[in-house]
């Protein structure tokens, strides 16, 4: 059964289950799940706990099992806690099926990992142990929840904010919940006068927002041009080469435009996203973007490209993060190209 983070600690009340799955890439949320499930366990007599972690050498599959089959009259209940690694050989899910046959109410299995791809999330024994525990999948929490999620944190943390004061927070730590939760701990210590203001979060907060370039195209592709180019000026401080933006950038227009060219050819985009093999995750993100990006649009913004691989190869890295501004600004489909585009003779 999945559950989010926020809806952990009700869910724990009603009873412990026989095993709890926690996936995904967001350390905080994954952090804070484990931890509410082991003070419930241990306030329930699971004080012995085994953990085992495929970062540091490989799992002693032997020695797990092991110790899923040593609890007697005279132990206390126990837990395992098995960290999985990205990749999951077979034999791996043929030894946690094996661990699932031997699970009872004296044993509580905790297994943790990164984000699911979408064929692990079928596999047999993923959903054998989702139908008898719980999954917990832990994320950054979509841009348009996260000024939710920081008025709830701030509340948490004994703070009023104002909505600008929200917004600011928002701006400064986005990408990383972790140092935003370390953020609020200590103005909550700092016992200023309340409510928050943005002039008074801007003098005693460090700003601690995490992006990549794989946020930065998907926040292309659903318009957001000014959330955009933030990121973008992040990434330029944080040292990352206009090349390797091209580069990705690339790959997404050149998407756009072979779609753009299909479905004006009256191809169903649907079959169109399922042949090219995107995420379905991503899929609402293209979607959005081919309705937005006309045929003109798409063919402008493709001969920008070229303006800014040629930046590139001649080193002109000012000029290549113009083009890269003015790309994210074009994405917005609203925005007239002509005007920056080189004189055809």
């Known amino acids: 059964m999945r559950v989010f983070s926020e809806q952990l600690a009700e869910q724990l009340q009603a009873g412990l289950r026989a095993c709890y799955l926690i996936f995904g890439d967001e350390p905080l949320q994954k952090m804070e799940a484990l931890q509410q499930i082991r003070h419930v366990a241990r306030e329930q007599g699971f004080t012995d706990v085994y953990r085992f972690s495929a970062s540091e050498e490989p799992l002693p599959w032997d020695h797990i099992h092991a110790c899923s089959q040593s609890l007697s009259l005279f132990s206390s209940r126990q837990i395992i806690e098995i960290e999985l690694g990205d990749k999951l050989p077979k034999e791996w899910a043929e030894r946690i099926s094996e661990l699932q046959q031997q699970l009872h109410p004296d044993l509580l299995l905790i297994i943790l990992g990164p984000r699911l791809n979408s064929s692990q999330s079928k596999s047999g024994w993923f959903t054998t142990l989702d139908k008898q525990g719980i999954y917990i999948p832990v994320a950054l929490p979509d841009a348009r929840y996260f000024p939710r999620w920081m008025k709830l944190r701030s509340q948490q943390n004994g703070l009023r904010i104002d909505n600008d004061g929200i917004t600011f927070l928002c701006h400064a730590f986005e990408g990383n919940l972790l140092a935003a939760a ?3 701990e200590k103005l909550a210590l700092l016992a200023l006068p309340q409510p928050l203001t943005v002039a008074v979060l801007q003098h005693n907060i460090t700003r601690h927002n995490v992006f990549d370039p794989f946020k930065w195209l998907d926040t292309l592709l659903e318009g957001k041009s000014q959330r955009a180019l933030r990121m973008l000026a992040q990434l330029r401080d944080e040292g990352v080469e206009p090349g390797m933006l ?6 997404d227009l050149e998407l756009l435009w072979s779609l753009r060219l299909a479905q004006d050819a009256r191809q169903p985009l649907t079959s169109l996203l399922q042949a090219a ?13 081919m309705q937005r990006l006309p045929a003109d649009q ?11 691989d040629r930046s590139n190869r001649t080193f002109d890295s000012a000029t290549a993060w113009q083009w890269l501004q003015t790309l994210s600004l074009a ?7 002509r005007f920056t585009l080189p004189v055809q003779l």
């Open 246 to 251: 091209t580069w990705a950038l690339a790959k």
């Open 298 to 308: 798409l063919r402008d913004m493709l001969r920008m490209m070229s303006e800014l």
């Open 182 to 184: 370390q953020e609020l």
């Open 331 to 337: 994405f917005r489909g609203s925005t007239s190209l």
């Open 277 to 289: 093999k995107i995420w379905p995750s991503r899929q609402t993100l293209v979607q959005q973007a």
